[in-house]
């Protein structure tokens, strides 16, 4: 990690910007033949400063924890200026970021590359690009993080719709067209039948999978908890929306499955959590009321392992121990 992240340092050199080498960009992002819209292009230089900052923060944060208290400073210190220098070549004082392309702004925001203050202003401009188009316009970089990044800035309706939009580019038009796999391309078979050039037209190509990221630690719900990593401690979140009225997402830890699945039915949500031996959670139960959220046919007071419970504005937080829950409680 510090070898890569040393490199990176020696070829920017006293600029702290990293413009030296070869990159892909974001790789396949949207394109039209348009005159007065070639695409979507996000600048190279812009991707690289961001992963050069992204790749030093990880850096930073793994001394931290490793204790490795000298590391920890010279590349807090090396952060900051890669950051310094991504703010003066790439972002206004308004918040519009270079490239102003939906990877550009995702990746600025993702990485936290933005100060608090350029925060809003910089998701609503993602937001309203995508409300623009009505689809993503991101390549490989950009798709695994913009439905999260929208998600995280209270954008969940513009998230949701790129998630369900079954024209191209999108992830369900390939289905569409009879695709049980990823493609390399947006549009590996057009609209018209024909098929990309067979030089580059991978009908199994993991890049636009990303998406399943989101779909297991946001709308199912099975999040890590950054503080107790590995599935220690265990966050469940379900996120409903989009029209969806059920999820189901199971991973395999070191402890054992976890697993968090949620139906909207009869206007009650059902949930089935399964918490492994040796770890805790935290359920956060969307739009519910205490009083109302049943174990079975139990009240929350009566049942094992539920360690905690608490209503938190709309919502009702639990604190579960090891074990498997169903639980219920009416919804609108």
């Not at 199912?220 to 469940?236: L, N, R, T």
């Amino acid at each position: 990690m510090k070898a890569w992240v040393d490199y990176m340092a020696y070829k920017a050199g006293d600029s702290y910007f990293w413009n030296t080498d070869f990159a892909f960009g974001d790789w396949l992002a949207f394109a039209t033949t348009r005159s007065d819209y070639p695409g979507a292009t996000t600048d190279k230089d812009l991707i690289c400063q961001a992963y050069f900052a992204r790749s030093t923060d990880l850096v930073q944060r793994t001394a931290v924890l490793l204790g490795k208290k000298e590391d920890a400073a010279h590349y807090a210190d090396l952060l900051a200026k890669v950051k310094k220098v991504f703010m003066d070549e790439f972002v206004t004082p308004n918040g519009r970021v270079s490239s102003n392309t939906q990877t550009a702004y995702a990746l600025a925001l993702a990485f936290d590359l933005l100060p608090e203050s350029l925060r809003s202003s910089a998701a609503k401009r993602l937001a309203d690009d995508v409300n623009r188009f009505k689809h993503i316009t991101t390549g490989f970089v950009g798709a695994p993080l913009v439905c999260p990044v929208l998600g995280d800035n209270g954008y969940f309706k513009e998230a949701f719709m790129l998630l369900n939009r079954k024209e191209y580019p999108s992830w369900l038009y390939p289905i569409t067209k009879g695709a049980t796999t990823i493609w390399e391309r947006w549009d590996g078979i057009k609209a018209d039948g024909s098929f990309q050039d067979a030089g580059m037209n991978s009908f199994n190509h993991y890049a636009y999978g990303a998406i399943g990221e989101w779909l297991y630690r946001i709308v199912a719900g099975v999040e890590i908890d950054p503080q107790q990593p590995g599935y220690k401690h265990i966050i469940f979140q379900p996120h409903p929306g989009g029209g969806l009225t059920q999820a189901k997402a199971e991973v395999r830890s070191l402890y054992g499955p976890v697993a968090c699945g949620w139906e909207i039915k009869d206007k009650k949500m059902r949930l089935n959590l399964v918490v492994p031996p040796n770890t805790t959670a935290t359920a956060i139960l969307p739009n519910a009321q205490l009083d109302s959220v049943k174990e079975g046919v139990k009240k929350l007071g009566k049942v094992d392992g539920v360690i905690a419970s608490e209503q938190k504005g709309s919502d009702v937080v639990l604190k579960l121990g090891s074990g498997t829950y169903n639980l219920a409680y009416a919804c609108e």
